[in-house]
């Protein structure tokens, strides 16, 4: 499938954070994406209510979209260090890639 029909179906209409239809999570990762570059898997599920994000990552790449994926180690908010997390980001990898929650 190409890239327009990916995004008729993550249509960010749809990407309120109550709505936990496959469809909004994957607009609400466009959405970040287009407005950040990036989200880890940490802040997918905290910022943006998708608590499987590999699985909304997977099938955005089905769709078309050119997302990669770098492992890092990061400290989330209750101050617990985390090694191998995922971070997702469309271009160039981020220059602070040390990212936190």
Do not use: C
Not at 16 to 22: A, M, Q, R
């Amino acid at each position: 499938m190409g890239k327009n029909k990916a995004d008729q179906q993550a249509s960010s209409k749809n990407s309120h954070l109550n709505n936990t239809s496959v469809h909004a999570q994957r607009a609400r990762l466009l959405e970040r994406f287009h407005q950040v570059g990036s989200v880890t898997t940490i802040a997918a599920r905290n910022d943006l209510n998708i608590m499987m994000p590999a699985a909304r990552v997977k099938e955005l790449r089905e769709l078309g979209h050119p997302i990669k994926t770098h492992r890092i180690t990061m400290t989330d908010e209750q101050g617990r260090t985390h090694q191998g997390v995922a971070l997702y980001y469309i271009g160039a990898l981020p220059a602070d890639s040390e990212v936190r929650a």
